[in-house]
């Protein structure tokens, strides 16, 4: 299994902004198709937003505007700012990715590989 390291996470008031980071540094894999989710307490794990390989981007109604996800394929890791962020917004984030290397010529893929989450609270 491959891992994904998320970072970024943390408490941050009303109207306040956060970056988070997803990388897969430490691996030889990169990173193909990867997304944000959330779960905030009590609520089923929800998309965020997404990035394809070619930059186009997908958000969640409740985000659009407010967050920009982003990807440094050099630097191997994925990006989530969030700005203005609300009350709401609290959950635990999560990256998940497919990954991909190539060895003597061949490529591996790793589907759907989860990081292991990061807290965000935003206080009212």
């Known amino acids: 299994q491959v891992q994904l390291v998320e970072s970024g996470g943390g408490l941050v008031q009303a109207g306040g902004s956060l970056r988070l980071s997803c990388a897969a540094s430490?691996?030889?894999?990169?990173?193909?198709?990867p997304a944000w989710y959330r779960q905030a307490p009590g609520k089923p794990r929800e998309l965020v937003a997404a990035?394809?390989?070619?930059?186009?981007?997908n958000y969640a109604d409740s985000v659009l505007g407010r967050f920009t996800v982003s990807r440094d394929n050099a630097k191997k890791t994925v990006y989530l700012q969030m700005n203005n962020l609300k009350p709401e917004d609290t959950a635990v984030y999560y990256c998940?990715?497919?990954?991909?290397?190539?060895?003597?010529?061949?490529?591996?893929?790793?589907?759907?590989?989860w990081g292991q989450g990061t807290q965000v609270t935003v206080a009212s």
């Open positions: 990035i394809s390989l070619g930059g186009v981007t």
């Open positions: 998940v990715a497919d990954l991909s290397t190539v060895v003597a010529g061949q490529t591996f893929h790793e589907y759907r590989q």
């Open positions: 430490d691996s030889p894999y990169s990173i193909d198709v």
